[in-house]
């Protein structure tokens, strides 16, 4: 055994050679804790490190290192409090763990302390870390649809106001920021987001809670004189969600009709699956996809509605008919009662297509003027 320097004063001369038993020392306590927690030639288990370091997820991959974690001949254990890691990952040894982190019952966005345990067949280590729920990532979309304006003829001097559903089908709670155009430069700046109780919305910023369903409104000032025409543009977004947009004409002195009692046409599925993101679709060259809306009905009055399409400008060579096979879909709906209808469109990119396309869906009640749209952007991919 390395023998213990003797103490020195303030000022006297250590010699390299009572140095190097210091170091001496510290060597000898080195190897015997290494004996100890199982180093060379022991068999208890030692965590030394976790990386990554700091607060940790449920479902986050780490990495636990350390010593005599027996993976060699099957004997690792990891718990996380008592829930038990089942899956090493590829790279695991017996100096390192690859995991994921299992799902552990009570821990909280803010953070609870857990206990991680690394064991072998006979001795096992310990270290307390903070775990997280799960990050989840935000699924769903944001629609807005056109409800009406008032007045419903808009003359010069008038201040309409426009009138929107908005919904947000999402997994979490979404943040909505909602921008309204208008081509009349003069009234651009003075243009107002109302919520449903006609209160300005601040910063143009609303928060919609999952399956959320709200009316917003956007208010303009007078129409000034010379106007015979207008367009305004409202778009609905969120970061990580694909938003939704109005492009709407308005004609001065035209009635602005639009059927009340269709509350909602909006798109729910695509066939792949995958095509459908948000309002936007994605379509193979050389392919096909479907398209499914939803379209809500309310009032018991009989009416009969056309099932209508357009490409708009300046797309080209787009071809969009009515859904077929498990898609069909009838050219016109009747309607009697409140419910719903799934009218489907088939969308092939023809030859010579266009790299994208803005596409109209439109439900038009017969013998009036009164309709409901919804437009998704195609992309040929």
Same mark, same amino acid.
């Given at each position: ?45 030692? !965590? ?24 060699? !001949? ?42 991680? #345990? ?11 870390? #903070? ?144 095509? $459908? ?34 490409? $708009? ?49 439109? $439900? ?16 040929? #991919?």
């Amino acid at each position: 055994m390395v023998n213990i320097p003797n103490k020195v004063d303030p000022g006297d001369l250590v010699k390299s050679v009572e140095y190097n038993d210091i170091i001496d020392v510290l060597h000898d306590l080195l190897n015997r804790v290494q004996l100890l927690e199982g180093g060379v030639g022991g068999i208890g288990v030692a !965590i030394t490190s976790i990386v990554p370091a700091g607060d940790l997820r449920v479902g986050q991959e780490i990495t636990i290192f350390g010593r005599n974690f027996g993976f060699s !001949i099957g004997a690792q254990r990891v718990f996380f409090n008592s829930a038990r890691v089942t899956i090493f990952k590829t790279g695991s040894n017996d100096q390192k763990l690859i995991i994921q982190i299992p799902d552990v019952p009570g821990v909280t966005e803010a953070g609870t302390p857990v206990t991680l #345990t690394a064991a072998n067949f006979s001795s096992s280590d310990s270290r307390s870390v #903070t775990l997280r729920p799960v990050q989840l990532n935000q699924q769903g979309n944001i629609s807005l649809s056109f409800l009406n304006v008032t007045p419903p003829t808009v003359i010069v001097g008038s201040t309409p106001k426009f009138k929107y559903q908005l919904e947000a089908p999402v997994l979490l709670p979404q943040p909505v920021l909602i921008e309204p155009t208008v081509s009349i430069a003069s009234l651009q700046n003075t243009l107002k987001v109302l919520d449903a109780n006609d209160q300005v919305i601040a910063n143009r910023q609303l928060t919609l809670q999952p399956g959320q369903s709200t009316q917003i409104s956007i208010q303009l000032d007078a129409i000034p004189v010379g106007t015979t025409q207008f367009n305004l543009k409202v778009k609905a977004s969120g970061a990580g969600v694909t938003g939704s947009e109005d492009n709407r004409s308005v004609t001065i002195g035209a009635l602005v009709e639009v059927d009340e009692e269709i509350t909602s046409f909006a798109p729910l599925a695509s066939s792949p699956p995958e095509a $459908l993101q948000g309002s936007t679709v994605s379509v193979p060259a050389g392919t096909s996809v479907f398209v499914k809306f939803a379209a809500q009905f309310i009032g018991n009055d009989l009416r009969t509605y056309d099932v209508l399409s357009a490409v $708009l400008a300046p797309a080209t060579n787009w071809g969009v008919e009515l859904g077929t096979g498990f898609f069909a879909t009838p050219p016109t709906y009747t309607i009697s009662a409140p419910g719903q209808e799934t009218p489907a469109y088939k969308i092939t990119p023809l030859a010579g297509a266009s790299t994208s396309a803005v596409i109209e869906f439109t $439900l038009k009640r017969q013998g009036s003027n009164k309709k409901r749209t919804s437009q998704l952007t195609f992309n040929r #991919t």
